[in-house]
């Protein structure tokens, strides 16, 4: 598959193992993994690359975390359609509903479950940018 | 016998001429004359009655002839003015008249004259021939009748007005004056009799002096007395010789009198006086009747007037018993309602002063706490029971009327002195106690009391007696509320205190309150962290692992195999761990929420096992469910249901070595029961109640010990947090059923 086909992922975790276990994974199944330690190197990257999804952490360091990075991308109309999961340790179903809320399109629990990621990846890509529910 | 005798003194020349008159003639005239009842007389020029017949003579004396006609007719010293005579020698011509004669031995005479002239030769009057008819009878008769008539139509008048008003003075003092005017009286009274005074007072009258309005004589005095004792008229011709005159009357100067009584029914009221003050003046039987005929007109009047007052006196009386009754039902300040009842006491039977007396009963002393119109030191004075009016009164009860207090036996002297004349006494009395007694007295405007002055006063006693009660009662209430107040006011203080008391806990507990709120948003932040600190190592242990474990990598062989797949292993066993850590934390701070909605239970089944086939496969289980059709949905949180059959299902697979785990449910009415059974190695009976114990430990060397965690533990807290029951049947080597209930009933809202 040449490298221009390839969909792209924005992986926005502060922690660097994680986004080396999520590089390496989903680089294995063919996509191309963009990094960025916080929200504003993401948005940054987003301006000149529209991914195909976002695997947004929301807990991050800086001015703004995840959920508000995520808000401010939605801002973008042309950014509407790219879906974001979010990516989280915390279980609270409240978390959950304000990612949602904030436009997610999906929520994954860390630890990762590397075996199901790349399945994940390809449901939310398919679906496009729906409806957060 | 010659009539005009020739040789008469006075030498009046026989009229006509003798030698004409036939002898016959001459007796015809002397017979006429000597006969008739007319009188005849002739008088000379200067008057001088020249000749008088018979009948003359028998009316004024057989002296008369010689003497002036004035000196006889009027004795009168000179000539009158218009003398019949006097006008014929003027106009020597006959002359009518009708004149009235006053004369003193006569009366009153009325004549009808016709005079005159006798003429001599020469043709000059010489005499007046004078004759007169009597005519008083008819004059009087006629004068009768008029003044009859003026009588009776006075008469009218006065029984007009009567019928017009009622106001009695006025009639009345119409009345004398009518009366006196008709009889032709010269004065006349109306006296009244007094009942309640026993007494005879003369209020009324015409022509008296006017000090006689303030005159009175007892009862049956006086010829007022006499008539209204007799019932009939008394005429009397010489006033101050009667034994029953009355000086009063002897003074002012009555001489005759006509008295009838006033009489309503058969009850003499008044009577009626009519006076002369000249013994002339004698009452005559039409004057009596005009009299009779007033008397009876003003009875009348009197009458209505008394019913008049009799009815707005009962007004009155009514009217003060009101006030009293207002008096006493507004207020409750005894001793100012008992003193406005001396005032109303007195009024209502319009005498002067009024008191009221109370029994001390321990003492046997009565004093005098409240009076009207009576002198201030009085309310020091003392009785006895028994002794005194009030005492006597109080005694037996009975109420008593003083007339003559001053002579009373039972007089007390300081009262005697205060002015007290008559007074009536009523007993004050409550239920079957006496109390006291209300007095009512009169000072010297000579009242007197009487039996109906004694109910009134009664119904005023029995008012009295009513405020006293109530005030009483509300005396014993008062009292019993001031204690209570008092008791009030302890308990406000005390229950202040401990408000007081507890403001201070309720600040603490603010304080704490603050202070824990504090601490459990350090305990959230805490969790959160923790939860976040923890996972995130574990993901990169449990993450690399499989990563190389895959091969992403490179190649593994197969001893690298297993030691990644134990660390990757240990790192999921970590990280259950872990989570049973935190949501037991969490459960135990309370932190939990069980979010109920209406969930369909054979889909969380159905969930549950899917992602847990995997695990069962692994092992080499069947993972099966089992549910009967048309479940109904229950509310749960479905999570947390989900999360509680999913540990069963993984406690199931730890501890089956082969076989198959089969989940199912079962509803009744009530409940709905999940049920995870396994063909394991089963737990024996003594453990069915450690396990679910958060701080079980399995004693190491049973196969059962490791990994049963907290699962359990969390699992039933879930599930008790929806009001659920968890339990397990088991038996050692023939597997478990682990099962749990949760209430179809739950409210949405928990």
Known sequence: MGETEKKVILVVDDNDDVRRLVKKVLEMSGYKVLEAPDGEQALAIIDSVVPDLVLMDIRLPGPYDGLETTRRLREDARLQRVPVVALSASVLEPDRQR???????????????????????ETYIKRGAATPR | MSVIDSNNKFGVPATGSDKNCSPWRRDLFATILANIDDGVSVQDRDRHIVYANESLKRSFGDDIEGRYCFEIYHQRAEACTDCPADVVLKTGTTYHTKRRIQNSKRGTIFGEFTAAPLFDEQGQIVAVVEVVHNITDQELGKQDLLEEGERLRRLAAVGKEIASGLDLGGILEKVVQYATELTSADAGTVALLDEKNNEIRYP????????????????GNGIAGLTMKTGQPVLLDDYPSHPDQVPIFTEAGVKTIMAVPLMIGDRPVGALGLFGKSPGKKFTQTDLEMAQAVAGQAAVAIENANLFNEIGN?????????QVAVSITSGLELGHVLQEVTHHASEVVNADSAMIALLDEEEGVITYPYAHNL??????????????????VIETREPRIDNDYSASELRNPAFVEAGIKSIVTVPLMIADRCIG????????????????DIGILSIISRQAAVAVENARLYGKLSQSAQLLEGRVKERTEALSRMYQESERKSRELEEANIKLREVDRMKSEFLANMSHELRTPLNSIIGFSKLVLDGLDGEVNEEQQ???????????????????????????????DVVLVETPPDILVEEAVISMRANAGEKGLELKHSFPEDLHPVNMDAGKIRQVIVNLIGNAIKFTEAGTIIVAIEQTSDETVF????????????????????????????????????????????VEMHRGRIWVESEPGKGSTFSFSVPNSNDVAN
Do not use: W
């Not at chain 2, 022509?207 to 009175?216: G, Q, R, T, V």
């Not at chain 2, 007694?437 to 109906?452: C, L, N, P, R, T």
């Not at chain 2, 995870?676 to 190695?681: E, H, N, P, R, W």
């Open chain 2, 204 to 219: 009324y009258h015409f022509n008296m002096p006017a000090k006689l309005a303030d005159a009175a004589v007892p009862k």
């Open chain 2, 375 to 392: 002198p201030q030191h009085l309310r020091q004075v003392t009785g006895q029971l028994g002794k005194g009016v009030a005492g006597r």
């Open chain 2, 314 to 322: 009962q007004l009155r009386v009514q009217r003060e018993l009101n």
């Open chain 1, 99 to 121: 990612a949602l809320t904030v436009g997610c399109n999906g929520f994954i629990c860390k630890p990762i479950d590397i075996a199901e990621l790349p399945k994940l990846v």
């Open chain 2, 562 to 592: 297993k030691d990644l797949g134990i660390i990757h292993a240990n790192g999921l066993e970590l990280l259950r761990l872990i989570d049973d850590l935190l949501s037991l934390a969490k459960i135990e701070a309370g932190r939990i």
């Open chain 2, 675 to 718: 049920s995870v059974a396994d063909t394991g190695i089963g737990i024996s009976p003594t453990h069915f109640a450690e396990i679910f114990d958060r701080f079980h430990q399995e004693k190491p060397g049973e196969a059962a010990s490791a990994g049963v965690g907290l699962g359990l533990a969390i699992s039933k807290r879930l």
């Open chain 2, 437 to 452: 007694a209300i007095g009512v007295m009169d000072k010297g405007s000579g009242q007197k009391f009487f039996e109906d």
